[in-house]
């Protein structure tokens, strides 16, 4: 799904007052009925990780944990069994699973002898059966499973979605009979920075647009919509480096992207939504 600019920006503004929750995400597609499911949450997801970003700091203070840690013991302590932190969360406006890691650690901080390390903390917050009280397990748990945009769970998700377009990328090329190098073999070969797929043979991608087509070296998959703060930090940190390194490629957004960000195309870069359906080996484009 290839959204303007405008139309980003109306469906961003609708996110500014909502909370991160399951229900805003039903609504958001209510809202906007022509757009896939899987590019509203991307976006949504996106645009709450921004304000996450931005408010971080606020949360962090030592006034701020002490707080919400006295608030968490006080509501626990009426009763164990309501959603204190999750509600907790949602008032503060930060996200469950990152609130919940505040609370784990000033917990851990109070009861142990040593400062608990970060690899402690993330293995409670995968099992929260780790943890050495039954209520604060309870807690941390019921923030992980509610948390759509952060925590452990997201983040399995997200691994599992991002495999499962790299395979169907693989299966899209071995489809059209493209001989490739994949991200591991290249690393084999001493590459520390390398696209999901280098093409042994370069294809022309055909544009209605353009004469002689776009000749691709390289292809990058992407589940995730390509918005402006995304794609120019993987312009920085990944895209142009490909391009230095192997030439002329192709980023594969699988949920969309801004249309807008589509302006590299002359110096080597091309942004599409899907597998290209135009494409030719370079060999039999110049035949």
Not at 69 to 93: H, S
Request: glycine residues 4%.
């Amino acid at each position: 799904m290839i959204l303007t600019k405008a139309q980003y920006d109306e469906i961003a503004q609708c996110l500014v007052s909502v909370p991160p929750t399951r229900q805003s995400l039903r609504k958001l597609k209510q809202r906007f009925p022509s757009q896939s499911q899987a590019t509203l949450l991307s976006i949504f997801s996106q645009e709450y990780q921004k304000h996450i970003k931005r408010t971080h700091a606020k949360h962090h203070t030592s006034e701020a944990i002490e707080s919400y840690y006295q608030r968490y013991l006080n509501g626990v302590g009426r009763n164990g069994a309501a959603p204190v932190l999750l509600d907790l969360a949602n008032e503060v406006d930060y996200a469950p699973s990152l609130m919940a890691r505040i609370i784990l650690e000033r917990f851990l901080q109070e009861h142990e002898e040593t400062p608990p390390s970060k690899s402690v903390i993330n293995s409670m917050l995968r099992d929260p059966s780790q943890i050495p009280d039954g209520v604060l397990a309870n807690q941390v748990y019921q923030c992980i499973v509610n948390d759509c945009c952060y925590g452990p769970l997201v983040d399995c998700i997200k691994h599992a979605i991002g495999h499962e377009h790299e395979v169907l990328l693989r299966d899209l090329l071995l489809e059209k009979s493209l001989s490739f190098l994949d991200e591991d073999q290249l690393r084999a070969k001493g590459y520390d920075k390398t696209p999901d797929f280098i093409l042994q043979v370069p294809v022309v991608m055909l544009c209605p647009l353009a004469v002689e087509g776009h000749i691709i070296h390289w292809i990058e998959s992407k589940a995730s919509f390509g918005d402006e703060c995304s794609h120019h930090a993987y312009l920085h940190d990944q895209f142009w480096s490909y391009w230095n390194r192997f030439g002329p490629g192709l980023v594969i957004y699988w949920y969309g992207f801004i249309q807008e960000l589509d302006c590299n195309r002359e110096r080597g870069i091309l942004l599409k939504a899907c597998f290209p359906t135009d494409i030719v080996t370079l060999c039999h484009s110049l035949a």
